[in-house]
């Protein structure tokens, strides 16, 4: 699920040069162009099947908690927390803890179920994010395959295409970062009303209010 630009480069260029090594040395450049886009076709459906999929899972499976919502600096605590037992959120808003239901009343069970959907939207929103830098990537090596192979040797390749997907989904990021407010307070309500959610409310004050400059300092010094 991580399509980071630069994971995304040289995986789509590999697939574009398959054809070439296949072609005999008087196949006209036309055919091989119709190949490379043929098979640039194929990834744009792969790409759009799997994250479709990836949308379609999330909101049919259970929400694990934990690693998944750590931010910036709080990343670097996922071994403390590794001793913790899986805990997860169903669709129905039960709360799961080592595969096991806590008891909870009415009024946790929709506190579960709004902390649940605050989280399932900024996971989709970071695929719709991935999605786009994705298909950025496969447009355009399509639109001009050759000139950007040459340009792939030189290195100038990925360092421009990285930098126009970067400007695209910067703003979605931002958005993003600007949404985790509003998470924190649901998750430290959620907390505070149901005991055994406290261990897995690893969203901290600091993470919210660094977000934004650290998405903004990390794309100014790329």
């Excluded at 574009?16 to 119709?34: F, K, M, N, Q």
Aim: charged letters at 25%.
């Amino acid at each position: 699920m991580n399509l980071h630009p630069r994971r995304l480069v040289l995986p789509l260029l590999l697939a574009a040069a398959l054809p070439l090594g296949a072609h005999a040395a008087d196949a006209s450049e036309s055919e091989i162009s119709r190949e490379i886009s043929a098979e640039l076709a194929e990834a744009r459906k792969e790409v759009r099947s799997e994250l479709a999929a990836a949308r379609a899972e999330l909101e049919t499976g259970n929400l694990e908690l934990g690693d998944g919502m750590h931010f910036g600096k709080s990343g670097q605590r996922s071994r403390a927390d590794a001793s913790l037992p899986k805990a997860e959120i169903t669709p129905r808003g039960d709360f799961l803890v080592d595969g096991k239901a806590v008891a909870v009343d009415a009024r946790q069970r929709q506190a579960l179920l709004a902390y649940r959907r605050q989280v399932l939207d900024i996971a989709l929103a970071g695929i719709d994010i991935g999605e786009r830098s994705a298909q950025m990537a496969i447009d355009a090596v399509d639109r001009g395959i050759f000139s950007l192979m040459l340009s792939a040797m030189t290195g100038s390749l990925e360092r421009n295409l990285e930098k126009t997907i970067k400007a695209s989904i910067e703003p979605g990021i931002i958005q993003i970062c600007q949404g985790l407010p509003a998470l924190h307070a649901s998750q430290q309500l959620l907390a505070q009303s149901l005991p055994q959610f406290r261990p897995y409310a690893t969203l901290e004050a600091d993470d919210v209010k660094d977000c934004e400059t650290d998405v903004r300092r990390e794309f100014a010094l790329n």
